[in-house]
């Protein structure tokens, strides 16, 4: 048998020691990464803006701008520039972060909402399917000849005794009956409240105090110092980007219905599904979303197509050569990290059975003393 104390060549814990010394260098190197990436994205975002709706515009109706009134052109001009200017405010690595909580509170909500949803759907099912007892057919009992032999097809564990001529006379009461769907549904109930339980638990802090701590509030501002970590700080920051690009597109579309540029108005389900890949758009210009909508006119089945503007940061970075070698960069911070994503499972799992194996190994106290006696 190997001795516990004799460590291997490569040491698991050593190893996760040194992904993480590594990671955070690559934190700082990737926060300045998209440090410059906002930079740039803050520089193109006004032009990239007014670009979509001069497209927009020329595929509708290119003289529907100029016929709108001197002051109404003005004020649409200032109302995108004060939507791109409050939104460029945004797009910093800080900010957001900021928005990556928020969406994750959002998601936990969500999903406590679906569970208590699920759970009243569960308790009016099993209040359906409980079954009626059915009442009995007369409160007290009828006066039998004494001596009499009752003579009932109910088992006698099921049914009363007789009062006797000492003891008062009580009113039957009925006994729940079994049912197998009922108290299958109870289970159901029962996980759904446990997990609401633990999602509740999970949202609040072990101890009063626990929210007011500096030093937490000072912690969520670095990056993660663990590989997969950093990984999905790298996927959220992407999905809280095109939400605030999805904020500005709604905000501009807002915009254009007010001043009479546009006749329509996608809401933000539909925009947040376009950019999901769940609807399937037409080719048109970049940051401009055209969507093809069945329309019945006569006997001929035909489609009406409806344009809004969509800032999407592929399109951003296709119309912008410095925005692409930002994202290149950071695509290439991505593949390191799954890189090192790989060697920390890898890693964790010899550093698992290792604990295992010492564990067996080694034997406990009330094994040496059993031994010893």
Not at 261 to 279: H, Y
Request: include cysteine; aromatic fraction near 4%.
């Amino acid at each position: 048998m190997s001795d516990p104390d004799v460590r291997p060549a490569y040491d698991p814990s050593e190893q996760l020691a040194r992904l993480q010394r590594l990671c955070r260098l690559r934190a700082i190197a990737l926060y300045r990464e998209q440090a410059l990436y906002l930079q740039v994205l803050r520089e193109l975002l006004e032009g990239a803006t007014r670009q979509a709706l001069f497209n927009l515009l020329g595929e509708v109706d290119p003289s529907r701008f100029s016929q709108l009134p001197e002051s109404t052109r003005q004020n649409f001009h200032a109302s995108v520039t004060d939507l791109t200017d409050r939104c460029s405010v945004l797009l910093t690595v800080e900010q957001l972060m900021q928005l990556v909580r928020q969406m994750q509170e959002e998601q936990r909500r969500q999903q406590a909402h679906a569970s208590r949803s699920m759970l009243q759907k569960l308790s009016r099912q099993t209040q359906d399917s409980a079954p009626v007892p059915e009442p009995p057919t007369s409160e007290l009992p009828r006066e039998e000849p004494h001596g009499s032999i009752q003579l009932s097809l109910a088992s006698p564990l099921e049914s009363p005794q007789m009062p006797s001529a000492q003891d008062p006379v009580k009113e039957p009461v009925p006994e729940p009956a079994d049912n197998n769907s009922s108290g299958d549904l109870d289970v159901l109930r029962s996980l759904f409240e446990l997990a609401g339980d633990a999602m509740q638990q999970a949202h609040q802090p072990l101890e009063p105090g626990a929210a007011h701590d500096p030093s937490l509030e000072e912690n969520q501002h670095f990056l993660p110092n663990e590989p997969d970590a950093l990984l999905h700080w790298i996927h959220a920051m992407d999905q809280a980007l095109e939400r605030r690009l999805r904020n500005l597109s709604h905000a501009v579309n807002v915009q254009m219905l007010r001043s009479g540029l546009a006749q329509t108005l996608l809401p933000i389900s539909l925009l947040d599904a376009v950019l999901k890949g769940q609807v399937e758009t037409q080719p048109t210009a970049t940051n401009v979303l055209r969507l093809r909508l069945p329309l019945a006119v006569g006997e001929l089945d035909q489609g009406m197509d409806v344009l809004s503007v969509l800032l999407r940061s592929n399109d951003l970075e296709f119309d912008s050569p410095r925005l692409r070698q930002c994202r290149k960069r950071l695509r290439a911070h991505h593949h390191a990290l799954l890189t090192m994503v790989r060697q920390q499972r890898h890693w964790q799992r010899r550093s698992l059975d290792r604990e295992a194996r010492t564990h067996w190994q080694t034997p406990s106290d009330s094994t040496q003393q059993l031994s010893g006696d």
